[in-house]
């Protein structure tokens, strides 16, 4: 099962905590539908990447699939992505995974694959900016769950594991960019995930790493020196915890009173206890959060 459909399956089951509420979250994702066809940034502009989280709430609300909005006039001017940076170009793959791959012509999916691939590095993974060296954990994230998207698995994927084993860190976690001295939360679930992906068991003091992010009234941080933690780091070690099968149930009633302090009676959740603003994305990791405490 692909990196999308694993966080879907799980986002479907947020409505059980939501109850009526979950009215709410589909008013408020539809409210971020433009007229043009895409889901709004936070600077109100349609962008492929809040786009993704749009449909895929809607979507895990279980509401009427004729009633989702059919972005695929919208995404079809998009091409196989030329233009588009490397995060773009893994959104597009996963819009159209998501309004049906099959209305995506495949010689635009064989060269929306080429162009991610123009971002593999030397050691094997790749990374957000071109022409590195060295990849990144978002990197190989994206990569590998776009290829599942586009209908396969990124060329030579064992090559990923040399750049994986780049990003470990002294503290037995992983960070973004290698040479870093200390883990990073959502760097470490990434990998965690991804090594389950590729049928290779993550070390067990990754995992125990990502357990003791969580602090004691809830949440997780998204580094051990972070001055509060956050929405998308609790969603994503959550997720990786529960990919592995780790036992964080003395973790769900304190991570469930935080994710409740995000939560916007508008129908949205703020990124940390700071954030202002909502967006589709939050939304989305609160959704998921939600689902893996329920």
Request: aromatic share 10%; proline share 8%; charged share 20%.
């Amino acid at each position: 099962m692909s990196f999308r459909l694993e966080m879907l399956q799980v986002a479907r089951l947020a409505p059980k905590l939501l109850g009526e509420s979950a009215e709410l979250v589909e008013s408020f994702l539809r409210s971020r539908l433009s007229p043009e066809g895409g889901f709004l940034d936070r600077n109100d502009k349609p962008d492929l990447y809040y786009t993704v989280f749009g449909l895929e709430g809607l979507q895990a609300l279980s509401v009427d699939a004729a009633t989702i909005p059919d972005v695929r006039p919208w995404l079809a001017p998009f091409g196989d992505g030329e233009r588009q940076d490397f995060v773009h170009l893994c959104c597009l793959a996963r819009c159209w995974a998501n309004a049906g791959m099959q209305d995506f012509p495949m010689a635009s999916r064989e060269a929306l694959a080429a162009r991610i691939e123009a971002f593999r590095c030397p050691d094997g993974g790749y990374h957000q900016a071109p022409k590195r060296a060295k990849g990144s954990a978002y990197g190989c994230l994206l990569a590998w769950g776009a290829y599942q998207d586009l209908g396969g698995i990124p060329p030579e994927p064992w090559r990923l594991v040399e750049c994986m084993g780049g990003l470990r860190t002294p503290d037995g976690a992983w960070s973004n960019e290698p040479g870093i001295p200390v883990g990073s939360t959502t760097a470490t679930a990434a990998m965690v995930a991804l090594h389950r992906h590729m049928d290779m068991p993550p070390p067990a003091e990754a995992v125990d790493w990502l357990m003791r992010q969580c602090l004691p009234a809830g949440g997780f941080l998204a580094l051990p020196a972070a001055p509060l933690p956050d929405l998308l780091s609790t969603a994503v070690a959550l997720h990786a915890l529960d990919a592995v099968q780790a036992d964080y149930s003395r973790l769900k009633e304190p991570c469930l009173d935080f994710v409740d302090s995000l939560w916007n009676a508008t129908g949205g959740f703020h990124g940390n206890w700071t954030d202002d603003m909502l967006d589709c994305e939050y939304t989305y990791y609160g959704m998921l959060a939600l689902g893996h405490l329920a």
